[in-house]
């Protein structure tokens, strides 16, 4: 019975205890109401949990660390799916344990009946991803607004294809999670997700980190390296960018795209690999075609499926969804559990977010990091909205700022002496290792290595 399928029928009455027993994969029943009812051995052993420690909690509460449904996140749900529809269903999630790492697992679920006829969920949990050893809370798409919903629903379907995709939104909007949204809802979720940042990478670096070279190719290269396309085979390479690509890395991509096969640098013979590919910009590719800065015949090889990220001032009803998990994922990093007051919310809900929820979530750090108490008050939130607004400029990837409340009623720091401090002291924590700081900041690694260049000179 283990790793079977669901086999669509009615309910048969179960006792639940010794149902969970057969399965050798973990396994969970959980109620109408979300409650973990019984977990059997596997499970415990997997997620490092007793059966006690989470029969009758919540499951999104266990398995995702949220306070609401995964569904009313935007998310897949085979409770809804199940309850509603009372059909089995299978979906892609992320699981936690208790030190926070990160499962990816493959979620089937099953219509069981409890033996007072009431209709139970049996959840199948089998793990395709090794966990997430970065000891931090990995960022995912969060919302219930109507066009937060809406492009869901537009990346669910772009999933189910092959063709390439084009995302498209203002800096901030967070195109690298929709981009791994489509990547662990297609076909491909077992697979690697690798990501080439266009704007950060000269034509020669472009080349040799995308396709690889070969041995004696460049400069101090002793063999033979492997570029990312190859890396990818089987899988998804998210181009973030795409418009910075020199005209000459274009005309290499198209053939790429068209052929599927390419050569490393250096190298003498032709190579393939199976990638779909996925690229981001926060431009509009067609007035850099019109200017005859990107080419007409990629901009259609790559814009297939187009997806729009709306901008945060289109979907202000996010904000109460957005500022819980974003404060989570800041807690985490800094060992402490944030809090906003009633009127601290209501003064995040006046503000339109120009840097969009990089903007927010950096409004949130600074907050948290010159609140004199976890509980973040209105008058440090303003604090920082007034600081943002006397500047005239949103927060995002190249943000310095200048200076912000040390608290309620203190002295002021410096965004950046704020924003110093709480880098190097993540460099210390993981080891001085910058892919790892720059996922917990929520930046790319570029942009983290232009952070620390500024800090250097000051």
């Known amino acids: 019975m283990s790793g079977a ?26 109620d109408a109401g979300y409650r973990i009812l019984a977990v059997n051995a596997a499970y415990e052993n997997k997620f490092c949990v007793h059966a006690d420690q989470v029969i009758g909690k919540h499951c999104y509460e266990v398995s995702h660390n949220n306070d609401n449904p995964c569904h009313k996140a935007g998310e897949d749900c085979p ?28 979620v089937s679920a099953y219509p069981l009946s409890g033996t007072d006829g009431s209709l139970l969920m049996g959840e199948l949990i089998e793990e395709i991803a090794a966990p997430d050893t970065r000891r931090h809370m990995p960022r995912r798409m969060v919302g219930r607004s109507q066009p937060f919903l809406a492009c869901v629903d537009q990346l669910k379907v772009t999933a189910s294809t092959e063709a390439p995709v084009l995302i498209q939104g203002e800096t901030g909007t967070g195109k690298e999670l929709a981009a791994k949204y489509i990547h662990l809802h297609s076909p491909r979720r077992e697979q690697p997700f690798l990501t080439v940042d266009c704007a950060v990478l000269t034509e020669t670096l472009f080349e040799a980190e995308v396709f690889g070279h070969a041995r004696g190719a460049c400069t ?27 005209l000459a890395q274009q005309a290499r991509l198209l053939r790429v795209l068209e052929t599927g096969q390419f050569r490393r640098v250096g190298g ?34 790559i814009a297939c499926l187009a997806v729009r990220m709306p901008p945060l001032r289109e979907r202000m009803d996010d904000i109460d969804v957005l500022v819980p998990s974003l404060l989570e994922g800041i807690g985490h990093t800094m060992k402490q559990h944030y809090t906003l007051t009633p009127e601290a919310m209501r003064r995040l809900l006046k503000y339109m977010y120009p840097g969009n929820v990089r903007e927010l979530r950096n409004i949130l750090f600074v907050a948290a990091t010159t609140s004199p108490v976890p509980e973040i008050s209105a008058e440090v939130i303003d604090a920082v909205l007034n600081q943002h607004m006397a500047e005239r400029q949103p927060l995002d990837d190249d943000w310095s700022g200048a200076s912000a409340a040390a608290s309620a009623a203190a002295e002021a720091v410096t965004l950046q002496e704020v924003e110093g401090r709480h880098i190097m002291e993540l460099l210390r924590r993981y080891d001085n290792s910058r892919r790892q700081v ?15 260049k500024r800090l250097r000179a000051g």
Request: glycine share 8%; charged share 25%.
């Open 5 to 30: 399928e669901p086999n669509p029928g009615r309910p048969v009455p179960v006792d639940l205890q010794s149902l969970v027993n057969t399965h050798q994969q973990p396994f969970v029943v959980i």
């Open 79 to 106: 409770h809804v799916s199940l309850y509603e529809h009372r059909r089995p269903t299978i979906c892609i999630h992320q699981h936690y344990d208790p030190a926070m790492r990160a499962h990816q697992v493959r």
């Open 438 to 452: 720059a996922a917990v900041l929520g930046i790319s690694e570029r942009t983290l290595y232009r952070k620390l």
């Open 220 to 246: 101090g290269s002793v063999g033979e390296r492997v570029g990312l396309y190859e890396q990818a085979n089987g899988g998804t390479l998210f181009l973030d960018e795409v418009g910075e690509l020199p």
């Open 268 to 301: 003498r013979g032709m190579r393939s690999a199976d990638v779909r590919i996925i690229c981001a910009t926060n431009r509009h590719l067609w007035d850099g075609v019109k200017a005859g800065r990107f080419r007409e015949d990629l901009y259609y090889r």
